[in-house]
């Protein structure tokens, strides 16, 4: 009986065995999609962006959000008055939702036009709306009775609302010049949190005082009814006495002085419209119970809506049904550009229809989906920078063959930003303005070689700084006119940094000869950072050396990012690392950042000068230029400005990142504008072009499985041949029994 049974086994097993294999080879060579593609067939074949995301979003209410990850979503759904002209070098406003730029008028004390040479006390900005703007499909819009259909939502109806997309109405309306007004409100109510409450207070006339009284006033309701946070705040029943809505589509902002920069704020997304009824929507207690609020599903007019939000799996954007007639730009191409880059001008936007953000949490599986074609476009991490670029003649960067043999092409630019290294000025070791402190941190900053570091840790993806001025903002000098003549000098037609025998130099006639005390002991230097994590080690550690090289001991003090925060607000960190992106195309933005009025010691750490730079004739020049509009003029002063603190030295000047970023062939339209945050809608996928590749790159290997099926087949054989001796020799033992 034991043996029949392992003769049945042995039949069992390579029948099945054969069966299981041959089942399996004839579905996989049916197979019509790919194996590893991670979409349906008829998504990778439509007008669909596929990218990702590796930081959820943390605020997607405009007024709140300064954060560039949000900023990607934000910008696409949101539309301020302006926006930056997609093509156009140098930065360039125009009207997004306006006729045409807002009207300016220059008033006297007295808010009368001036007359007679009278100085500017307010500039008053008229904006008129374009008509026929309408709002994406939503909830909060949809009407019964002259009353929000969906404006007080019971437990019944909250049962099946999980998101918007739940709500079995979707209404509109026109954007009014009202709904910016309102947006401007919400700055100034203080527990909304605004980043730029605190500097526009300074420039809008009444929103300090309407601030003031509103905050005041929710607050009173909050005390009186805990409950209140989750009800409805009516801002329409108060006045900013500098903003009115004029008509319809008209509304004023008056200015104190004369602060032409004001324009850049108004391409940004603190300015773009709330429609009173969004936010009426969304304060109800069972939305917010659900996480179901503006702070996650913005309402806007731009290209796209979003129309999922889980961040902890997948964003995705569709094509706003309602959006207005805007067109592809068919002029103001960059000198250098691309002529490509108009094969689309005039056609009507947004020229794809909907974007998936997946979230990608390490680089690795990013960049093996991108090579697959599964990502339309990619950075380029550490990891993977050698097999995406070459390093070629003269330090430019090229793609590889691999790349170029995939038809992948490559944009890089130098971001409008700077990295720095800052000292405290208030310290009285590092900081101070006489000329044995200069030479200290002079000698420091020819010491710390952000050459070396852009080249071992960037991949040469930076540019050494001169100043406090990145390239592309007006004021910013290449080549020989704009060298630091105490960190670098001019040799072969390049900056070379000074040598390590000048900074011994400059060092000992600060009074540390070979970095030592006067009592011998090497000089001790803190440096503060929020990084503690194993990336930041190796950082950390030459730090370490390009101090020790001086003989001077750092010493590091990590810290988390908040506690961080607050030594640097507070005056407490002696050097740290920050950095800075431009919020406008403006010198202004970045020379700020060295203001004595913005230092953090003069402003209970509310200023954003975290050196605590203080130089008199720095800040008279900067009074000075930051009411005027750019001109010859301006950019000298703007010169001497850099000059004074390129000879102070308050910062290590760092470097100013180079953006890398990859795209396939089938993705069109691909341009660097770093100020502009809403330039979906310009992007265009040949869909039949990437499916046909995708094909191609990811087609299956069969061989290994067929290896495997013919080592199995060859192991089963045996027993089957086994088995069917077995069975012939039972069969004629049966006969000879009959």
């Given amino acids: 009986m034991v043996k029949s049974r392992w003769m049945s086994s042995a039949k069992t097993t390579a029948g099945l065995t054969v069966f299981v294999l041959s089942a399996t080879l004839f579905s996989l060579a049916g197979c019509q999609g790919l194996w590893n ?53 140098p930065y360039t406003l125009e009207p997004l939702t306006l006729q045409r730029l807002p009207e300016v008028r220059y008033l006297n004390s007295a808010g009368q036009m001036l007359q007679n040479g009278e100085a500017v006390a307010y500039s008053e900005y008229v904006l008129t709306l374009k008509p026929n703007i309408h709002y994406q499909p939503h909830p909060a819009f949809v009407m019964q009775g002259g009353e929000l259909k969906y404006g007080n939502l019971g437990a019944a109806q909250l049962q099946s609302i999980q998101s918007i997309a739940d709500f079995k109405e979707q209404g509109t309306r026109e954007l009014m010049a009202a709904d910016y007004v309102y947006a401007i409100k919400r700055m100034g109510l203080r527990q909304n949190h605004s980043p730029i409450l605190d500097t526009m207070q300074q420039y809008i006339v009444g929103l300090s005082d309407f601030s003031a009284r509103v905050s005041q006033a929710y607050a009173d309701k909050i005390k009186a009814n805990p409950d209140a946070k989750a009800q409805f705040f009516d801002l329409r029943n108060y006045a900013i006495s500098g903003v009115k809505v004029i008509d319809k589509y008209r509304f004023s902002i008056r200015i104190k002085g004369d602060y032409p920069q004001f324009l850049y704020w108004l391409s940004m997304n603190f300015f773009a419209p709330i429609p009173w009824e969004a936010e009426r929507f969304y304060k109800q207690p069972g939305l917010m119970a659900k996480n179901i609020t503006l702070d996650t599903s913005p309402v806007g007019t731009g290209p796209y809506y979003l129309a999922e939000n889980n961040p902890n799996k997948r964003m995705r954007l569709l094509a706003n049904p309602n959006f207005h007639e805007e067109f592809y730009p068919a002029d103001g191409l960059a000198e250098g550009a691309d002529p490509a880059l108009l094969q689309d001008a005039g056609k009507k936007l947004p020229l794809i229809q909907e974007v998936v953000y997946t979230l990608e949490k390490e680089s690795v599986p990013l960049w093996n989906k991108f090579l697959q074609g599964y990502y339309d476009a990619s950075g380029v991490s550490s990891d993977s920078f050698d097999q995406a670029v070459s390093i070629g003649a003269g330090g430019a960067m090229q793609l590889t063959q691999e790349m170029r043999d995939k038809g992948i092409g490559f944009l ?102 070979e970095g030592r005390l006067p009592d011998g002991s090497p000089l001790t230097l803190y440096f503060d950072t929020p990084a503690t994590g194993p990336d930041s080690k190796a950082q950390l550690n030459w730090y370490r050396k390009q101090f020790a090289k001086l003989g001077i001991e750092l010493v590091i003090r990590a810290t988390d990012y908040n506690r961080f925060q607050d030594k640097v607000r507070g005056a407490k960190a002696q050097m740290f690392v920050w950095g800075w992106n431009a919020d406008y195309p403006d010198p202004e933005n970045f020379l700020f950042l060295l203001y004595g009025g913005n230092a953090a010691i003069h402003t209970n750490g509310a200023g954003i000068n975290s050196a605590n730079y203080d130089n008199p004739e720095f800040n008279r020049l900067f009074e000075q230029i930051k009411t005027m509009a750019d001109s010859p003029e301006r950019r000298e002063l703007i010169a001497q400005m850099v000059a004074i603190a390129q000879r102070d030295a308050p910062w290590v000047w760092g470097f100013y990142p180079q953006s890398l970023a990859l795209y396939h062939g089938w993705y069109h339209n691909v341009w660097a504008n770093p100020l502009a945050n809403n330039t979906l809608k310009y992007k265009r996928i040949d869909a039949a072009q990437r499916a046909k590749l995708q094909q191609q790159w990811n087609q299956p290997v069969i061989w290994p499985l067929l ?16 088995y069917r001796a077995r069975q012939t020799v039972r069969l004629v033992a049966t006969e000879e029994r009959l």
Avoid: C
């Fill in 707 to 722: 290896l495997m099926f013919s080592v199995i087949a060859l192991a089963v054989y045996p027993l089957y041949r086994a």
């Fill in 412 to 513: 890089t630019t130098v971001q409008p930003t700077i990295m720095y290294l800052g000292f405290n000025m208030a310290d009285p070791v590092v900081g101070g303005y006489g000329e044995q402190q200069r030479k200290l941190r002079q000698a420091l900053s020819i010491a710390v070689n952000y050459d070396e570091y852009i080249t071992i840790f960037l991949n040469g993806r930076g540019v050494a700084a001169q100043g406090p001025i990145p390239p592309g903002i007006s004021g910013y000098q290449s080549g020989q006119a704009g060298l630091n003549p105490y960190t670098f000098e001019w040799q072969n037609g390049r900056a070379q940094r000074k040598s390590l025998k000048e900074a011994k130099r400059l060092l000992a006639q600060a009074g540390y000869p």
């Fill in 37 to 89: 593609q991670p979409y349906s067939n008829a998504q990778i074949q439509s007008s669909i962006l596929f990218s990702s995301f590796s930081e959820p979003p943390k605020h997607l209410d405009p007024v709140v959000s300064y954060s560039s990850n949000e900023w990607a979503i934000l910008g696409q759904i949101y539309e301020p008055p302006l926006q930056y002209h997609y093509l156009k070098r």
